[in-house]
């Protein structure tokens, strides 16, 4: 059973990896709004995750989501590949920002660049009317994939720090993994015994301070410990 659902895993990443490469070059080009590329990729990965779910590898659970999130930072633990995929599909009009690295891949830049929003030190000037449009900014303040279902690196401030300058809420989300697929070093065609259970959930958001302070770092600092603490209580109760 576990060699039939490697096998599986493999197939599906295949055959959307090239219909997402082929898109990149046929359709995105041609789509000027960010937001409709937006809505074009979302509907690929919709039928991902489907795929995923029709196959049995995963079975998602967002009873505990609020999926009508507007104009919020979003902070999340990355226990897995396809974190970006199942948070894009299930929160509509969220944007993700990405690696510099991830904007010069051969095959994932083009839509890298479309859709996904730069970290560098545009990335505010971008987000800023984003935001006030009602689109969501997905950051991940690991940096990178968890070590564990249940575990997380210490996050770093940028994404308090963005919130607090756009005067946007931080609403923290909680990924539970049944069981480590998907992860930091982990193969693809490791997807478990039997069916994977995957709880996400929106956790009270932190709301913008009344009055900004004149200097950021001790706030975002403040903002990024309680939203990481709120997210790996979350964790521990599952």
């Known amino acids: 059973m576990r060699i039939l659902r490697g096998l599986v895993s493999v197939l599906l990443f295949v055959v959307f990896g090239f219909g997402a490469t082929l898109i990149s070059y046929t359709i995105l080009p041609f789509v000027r709004r960010r937001e409709a590329a937006l809505r074009i990729v979302r509907g690929i990965w919709r039928m991902l995750v489907g795929a995923f779910e029709g196959s049995g590898l995963i079975r998602v659970d967002d009873s505990g989501l609020e999926s009508d999130i507007r104009g919020s930072i979003l902070v999340a633990n990355h226990p897995s590949l396809i974190d970006v995929v199942l948070l894009t599909v299930l929160i509509p009009g969220t944007f993700s920002v990405a690696k510099r690295s991830l904007r010069r891949h051969p095959l994932l830049g083009p839509i890298v660049r479309r859709v996904f929003l730069p970290d560098d030190e545009t990335l505010l000037d971008v987000a800023r009317p984003l935001l006030t449009e009602g689109y969501n900014i997905l950051i991940f303040p690991e940096g990178t994939r ?81 939203a990481e603490e709120t997210v790996r209580a979350a964790l521990e109760r599952g």
């Open 146 to 226: 968890s070590p564990g279902t249940r575990e997380m690196h210490p996050w770093h401030r940028g994404a308090a720090q963005l919130a607090l300058r756009t005067g946007s809420s931080i609403r923290p989300l909680a990924m539970r993994f049944g069981y480590r697929i998907l992860g930091k070093g982990q193969p693809i065609t490791d997807m478990g015994p039997r069916q994977v259970p995957i709880a996400i959930a929106s956790l009270p958001p932190l709301m913008p301070p009344e009055r900004m302070p004149e200097i950021f770092r001790p706030e975002a600092l403040s903002r990024t410990r309680l």
